[in-house]
């Protein structure tokens, strides 16, 4: 399949937090591909509906229907993947959000596109209570995203079958958005799916990373409360995002060209 146009739907995993920065936006994984998919097709174009922060319904309710609009057929590859941030939210309600993102996959494949679904990382490297709630909710999750990916006939990209992307060296210093490596990684694997060109490479891990010292790692994590932590807790407690009042970097298809 010779794809002409790319359009994207998500959450700031979509809208490349916190890869390199090009021409003023966090690159990542989508533009990558995007570059790939340039080389071969003249006149392809690409959308990144994505904005950070946005929970399943925004998603559903402010980016798949113009998405829609855009459309040309089985050529255009349609990106739909949300809901991490509602599954991280201490009030999720999975029998609301479950349904509202199997409809909207449903809609997009009514449009004639090539669909592409993600599942999200269930086990992360860490461990305990909060590790082991992550991984009950996210592995509801992601069954859901295979049912439907079935159902509907979508492409999937799954994070799971590489156990080393749990590697916390894929992550920018937040420890939960990529890093440019990762960005890359994911990248590479999205290509493989779409049977375009990619680096077999991805599929390597990384070497063994040498043990931290116990009084760095203590600083670290201390840094990293401070830094990220505490604030995400902050903006769920006053009901703010870190999306508000953001717009999506390319929210019309644009003639792409490789950054």
């Avoid at 599954?87 to 909207?104: C, D, F, G, I, T």
């Avoid at 990209?157 to 990529?178: I, P, T, Y």
Wanted: aromatic residues 10%.
């Amino acid at each position: 399949m010779l794809y002409t146009r790319l359009i994207t739907c998500g959450d700031s995993f979509t809208e490349g937090m916190t890869d390199e920065i090009v021409d003023g936006n966090f690159r990542g994984w989508a533009d990558r591909v995007a570059d790939v998919m340039a080389t071969h097709v003249p006149g392809f174009t690409y959308a990144n509906l994505a904005i950070r922060g946005k929970l399943v319904h925004q998603v559903v309710a402010d980016q798949v229907p113009k998405a829609l609009t855009f459309v040309e057929g089985k050529q255009t590859v349609v990106v739909f993947h949300a809901g991490a941030n509602d599954v991280l939210r201490p009030n999720y309600k999975p029998e609301l959000v479950l349904p509202l993102y199997s409809q909207a996959a449903r809609a997009i494949a009514a449009s004639g596109a090539t669909v592409l679904l993600f599942t999200v990382l269930e086990r992360t490297g860490n461990t305990g209570k909060a590790a082991d709630l992550w991984a009950a909710r996210f592995s509801e999750f992601n069954k859901n995203v295979r049912a439907t990916a079935k159902e509907v006939g979508a492409l999937v990209a799954d994070a799971n079958e590489e156990g080393f992307l749990s590697d916390m060296r894929f992550l920018a210093k937040d420890r939960l958005h990529l890093n440019a490596m990762g960005h890359d990684r994911v990248a590479q694997g999205v290509l493989e799916v779409l049977e375009l060109p990619f680096t077999p490479e991805w599929r390597t891990p990384l070497p063994p990373a040498p043990p931290k010292a116990f009084l760095r790692k203590a600083i670290d994590d201390t840094k990293w409360f401070a830094t990220f932590l505490l604030p995400w807790i902050l903006r769920r407690v006053r009901g703010k995002s870190s999306g508000d009042g953001r717009s999506a970097k390319y929210p019309e298809p644009i003639l792409w060209s490789a950054r």
